[in-house]
């Protein structure tokens, strides 16, 4: 732990969401990245069963250790690329000075699509689970995949109990987190890129995905709560 230095964010009032995306209905999650705001890595995630049990203190330290070695190799350190930096405030419209909430984020962003006439069902389906794909990862090493699930897209596209997410959709995955992020990412339908190790081996699968393989239990979410279940 001493080789990070650890920044603690309790509300999201001025936090740049084009920065640190993730999945605001968490009741916690953390983010790696270095002083050039490269992100090594995600930590968190929840389902509609439990707010804890895709976490455990050994599955941050895996995490923690991958970053480690990735910080080594110089994965981060491309020249910083200029951004514009997109304060919450200026996602949507915020009232008042209090402290805006991670879940109000989600809510905000909704509204203001509506606003706008771009609102479409399919933001409801964030952050999807791995299981939508067939795959159950591992708790306490979350890119190692300890079963796939029958009929699945994972399936007919050959992964197998013990291979190791290397990238999803061009993302690094170090963590269950990682693998939600590189999900919400991905399109509504079509084809996935996955990366994976084998052994020894590299490998690549493609991934068919069908529409409606985002769509998930959403009751659990804060900011789902004057939502319709579609």
């Given amino acids: 732990m ?3 230095i650890c920044v ?3 509300q999201m009032n001025g936090v740049d969401i ?4 993730f999945d605001y209905d968490l009741t916690w999650a953390a983010f790696f990245l270095n002083a050039q705001e490269h992100i090594y890595s995600r930590y968190g995630g929840r389902d509609a069963e439990d707010a804890e049990r895709r976490m455990s203190l050994a599955g941050l330290k895996y995490t923690m250790r991958l970053v480690l070695a990735a910080h080594r190799s110089g994965e981060g350190n491309a020249p910083m690329q200029e951004r514009p930096i997109l304060p919450v405030e200026k996602a949507f419209p915020v009232k008042g000075k209090g402290c805006l909430h991670c879940h109000q984020v989600y809510e905000g962003l909704r509204k203001e699509a509506r606003r706008q006439g771009t609102f479409r069902v399919e933001m409801l389906w964030v952050y999807p689970l791995p299981e939508n794909i067939g795959l159950v990862l591992e708790i306490d090493a979350g ?3 300890q079963r796939v699930l029958p009929r ?3 399936e007919q596209a050959g992964l197998q109990a013990g291979d190791i997410l290397v990238r999803i959709h061009g993302v690094p995955i170090r963590s269950q987190a990682d693998c939600m992020y590189a999900l919400h990412l991905a399109p509504q339908q079509g084809e996935l890129t996955l990366q994976f190790q ?3 081996q590299l490998r690549k699968a493609v991934l068919c995905l069908p529409y409606g393989w985002k769509k998930s239990d959403y009751s659990w979410r804060p900011s789902m709560r004057k939502e319709k279940q579609y």
Avoid: C, M, W, Y
């Fill in 8 to 10: 603690r964010i309790l």
């Fill in 18 to 21: 084009g920065l640190f995306q």
């Fill in 2 to 4: 001493e080789q990070f």
């Fill in 152 to 154: 699945s897209p994972a």
């Fill in 198 to 200: 084998r052994g020894q």
């Fill in 143 to 145: 890119n190692r995949v």
